[in-house]
Structure formats: C-alpha cells, structure tokens
Nanobody
Framework: QVQLVESGGGLVQAGGSLRLSCAAS????????MGWFRQAPGKEREFVAS????????YYADSVKGRFTISKDNAPNTVYLQMDSLKPEDTAVYFC????????????WGQGTQVTVSS
C-alpha cells in the first residue's frame, strides 16, 4: 500500500485559485497512475483528473477541463492539482489516489482535503 498525504485545500472566492498537493510514499517505478477525485455533500465521489506516471499523459473530467491542471514531480513523488477559475460547484472534499503497476484499480487513497468556493 501507498501512503498519500494531501495538502492545500481551503476557502476561496469564485474565480480564485487553489493548488492541491499529494505526496506519495511509493517508489517512482511502482506508480502507474495518480488521480484526483472529489465528493460533494450528498453526492457520489467523482473523477476529476489523472496522470500516467511514466507517459506523463493526463486526463480530465469535462467539468474541469480548461480550468484544472494536474502535474507531478518524481522526486519526491508528488502530484499537484492547480485549480483556476473556481466555481461554487467545485466545492467538495478532494481525494488523491494512486494506482500501482500491475493493479487495475486505485488501491490507495488520501485522507481528503476540503475545498470551499464561495459565491
């Protein structure tokens, strides 16, 4: 299992920006993909963005395309989510997740960080 520690959440006005960070304890070669998910009150958890660790290819939910950017550092193993032009509907708990090589699911999750966007 991989330990994931998130940081960077907070309260911001609509139109503002936040940057989330997630530090992973895994060795670089063992990570296949890292992603960000979010869960708003009363709603199911939803995919936000992911990045393939070796190919550096990224994917986004339609709702955040053009506003959010996922990136990574290999040393240390950290994934970032730059969130710009935030909207009140982006308010949620954001979770970092890791999928290791030779697995077919996100098997490790962070504790979550609250993002609140005021109108």
């Amino acid at each position: 299992q991989v330990q994931l520690v998130e940081s960077g959440g907070g309260l911001v006005q609509a139109g503002g920006s936040l940057r989330l960070s997630c530090a992973a304890s895994a060795r670089t070669f063992s990570i296949y993909t890292m992603g960000w998910f979010r869960q708003a009150p009363g709603k199911e958890r939803e995919f936000v963005a992911s990045i393939n660790w070796s190919a550096n290819s990224s994917y986004y939910a339609d709702s955040v395309k053009g506003r959010f950017t996922i990136s990574k550092d290999n040393a240390p193993n950290t994934v970032y989510l730059q969130m710009d032009s935030l909207k009140p509907e982006d308010t949620a708990v954001y979770f970092c997740a890791a999928r290791l090589r030779y697995t077919n699911e996100y098997g490790s999750w962070g504790q979550g960080t609250q993002v609140t966007v005021s109108s």
